[in-house]
């Protein structure tokens, strides 16, 4: 493994591996195995379960990390091309990125979204440009695109709760008060597809994912014996599903533009799921978030708070889908 | 050892045990003890003795820690039950703490008072809902009511300068701007109490500590063989004192109203402790402040840069003790 | 080794045995030799390498460290002598300092120039007073006069590079927007004279160094068998320059007046390395910087980004140098 960006590089034989890497790390800690060994982490946006679950990681494994953050480096970042730096910034991206990355043994970047132009954050221009200044391994701990480091999370959590390969998953768009990226609704649905599963995107019309991202899906479905379907149906989607992933994600034709998306999915405030929504699922349903979730607005105590949430699981298998990249990656 | 809440959870032989770890790790140092563990770090307050202190003890244990607190995860964490997030925070502590724990072996949890509902505060309400949420060992690492790791420091420190089990302690209040909480008088009287020793409390009339904190002191002097006695005397009090352990706190009666709190204490300003009020003790009375302190507020330089000042090896303690709840928690 | 504060405290020859064993532990990693080992990190100031460098540092020798900063401590520090504390800084530098300390085998310090008071700071008081509340050994991070962490690295860059000892060093001043200090400039210009080079110091007039720190380096030059000029004239100085090392710094008559050193300075802006500048020198110059710089106020991206400029190696040589003095200091 040289870089680890995109879940969609590996065979689903190859996740599968790094699955039963986490598992046996877990099962049998290894704190000698990266012993001296240096992870790298920048931070580009705020964070609660990557910024620990990394620190932790390289801790059971014997290594360490340091964490940059524009809040804590000299007065922010510069990352423009050919800019005349006069102003406050007084450090740019082409310095500091390779600096930081020459300190560790692998460097984690988290580079979320701007949500303001589409087509480049498709091809993920901001995260490839940083990763073009670092000369080793490096992981995606969240691009405008990606999140490979939550997908091998959420396989594992699939694996570890003896959800058939294929069962019906459910990924539901949810109502939220911002404007959110592609890299979770996109990368999940890779994730599930890959694991042969018959998943079910539902969501409120103007909510469709982009046409390169549904025919990815398509191909990695096809290969695996899985298949993607779409309704805005509720009813319909819960029918059988035994996973309802929930995201929320700003539409397409509003994307970058705030208010229109705001007026656009005013009348959507419904889509929280409540019990009523969730029980159109049968009894061994899990309700599954890659957390921060808000609660009253994407889902409600009921649910979140019941037995079929899998939330916290998921957030520790990070951890363990972490230690196990790093243990090979290093 | 399940978690570390309240000293009064053992008995003073098994303090006197965890001191005497306390003390082997520091001449023995044991370098792989916690090898691979991590200790998880939640501050809802700032710190600077406890951040670093915990921080210090896990590297010399061989382990490691990662610290979260609110400025640094996403837009700040909602705590009220039952609510409707559409604010600017973006995540539930009924999230972020099962979360933040479930990446550690044992998670330090401060929760400071907010100086605001007496009873709740006495109740320790707040942070007994946040540890309610963690199916780890934790430690307190100060909540409304309790600061075990700075009592456990502090007795380390009067056994370190042979101060005798029966000497007098005197707790004095001291003059601050801020009205400040009752965990460190609170279970600093009870740690005294029960190492045995004749604790007088030395306030000016209306700080007097509540009546249960009052009456669990005296329970444990019974049993200790130690006394507590009060009184607005400087003289009398620290008449044959061994140690004056100065601290500020809020009157109960205006426990919440700053303004009430203000006025009322108005003219106690001369409640800071100089010469000519610590030259009332004998030569071997020694200063003792679990830090921050304000220099010419609560203290004036004479006495706290003095040779009879012991500040520093108090705050150096903090790391030993806590290296030896550690060792026993992991 | 008891401190690591000047390189000026050092022979040459002690110089080049730390870089040996820089090299030697890049060469065959001793993730054992500081097990255990805790270094105390305090920044007065922001920082990018150092705090990152100093972490990585301490994980490749096994041990550990914690950063304290101001804003992450209880309201900021007090420095102040015979203060009444009653504002919004809860804690004093008297305490704060010795606390941190006492957590650590060894403490780093970075406490840069105010640029302020030219006298003072030429004489590192303020880093003085807080070395004076230290008994461990200690490690200038940066103070207002020497980076003799940057410098051990830099002379280390050289070597790594095969530039000859008596190469020509051309130590320049750039054009920046802030008043900078002294610390760099002064402490480089000594390292390039114990090394034995050539040095050119290139500044418009009004930019030469204090004479204090001028005889200094002559003394060092002459010991060593190198030299030092200085002149105002690019072309003259650029002529057989080995490297170019640049660096601004504020004018001594204007020290702590920033607007008459904005005035001062104001036609300078053509002191920006530009490839018209950089080649007159021969193609094997280097372009040596310690980092963060402006792009297009100090350098061209032309230079900055060409193959003669060294800034990436010197900055990895930082977390090299620093395992080499944290491995002989502790």
């Known amino acids: 493994m040289k870089n680890f960006n995109d879940l969609a590089d590996y065979s689903a034989l190859e996740i599968e591996d790094l699955i039963s890497l986490a598992r046996r790390l877990d099962e049998k800690p290894e704190p000698k195995a990266l012993e001296g060994k240096v992870l790298s982490l920048l931070f580009l946006n705020p964070s609660l379960r990557t910024l620990s679950s990394f620190q932790a990681a390289m801790v059971r494994l014997g290594g360490g990390t340091f964490v940059i953050s524009p809040e804590m480096s000299i007065h922010g970042l510069e990352s423009r091309s050919g800019i005349v730096m006069d102003g406050a910034a007084a450090e740019h991206i082409y310095e500091a990125i390779p600096v930081i990355a020459s300190y560790g043994d692998a460097i984690g970047i988290r580079a979320a979204a701007k949500v ?4 480049s954050e498709l091809l993920d221009k901001d995260f490839n440009e ?4 670092v000369d080793k391994p490096y992981i995606n701990m969240e691009s405008a695109i990606n999140h490979p480091c939550q997908n091998l999370a959420d396989w594992k959590t699939l694996n570890d709760l003896d959800i058939p390969s294929n069962g019906k998953f459910v990924l539901s768009w949810s109502w939220h008060p911002n404007a959110l990226s592609l890299s979770v609704p996109s990368s999940t649905l890779q994730m599930a597809a890959m694991r042969g599963m018959d998943v079910t995107i539902l969501r409120p019309e103007g909510f469709e994912l982009p046409e390169g991202i549904m025919d990815r899906a398509r191909k990695a479905a096809f290969l695996s014996g899985g298949s993607i379907q779409e309704t805005d149906d509720r009813t319909e989607a819960m ?3 035994r996973v309802i992933y929930v995201n929320s994600w700003s539409s397409i034709n509003n994307y970058g533009k705030k208010a229109n ?5 005013h009348e959507l405030r419904d889509w929280c799921v409540d019990n009523a929504w969730f029980d159109k699922a049968a009894d061994d349903c899990r309700f599954m978030h890659c957390l921060p979730v808000r609660r009253g607005v994407t889902v409600m105590d009921e649910v979140l708070d019941g037995p079929r949430s899998v939330v916290i699981a998921e957030s520790r298998n990070r951890m363990l889908a972490q230690m196990a990249v ?3 990656l290093l």
Chains 1, 2, 3 share one sequence.
Do not use: C, P, V, Y
């Open 261 to 265: 998306e705001d007026k656009f999915k």
């Open 116 to 119: 303001e132009n589409l087509q």
């Open 130 to 133: 940083l990763t073009s200044l």
């Open 239 to 241: 029918e059988g599903a």
């Open 326 to 328: 790093l243990h090979r």
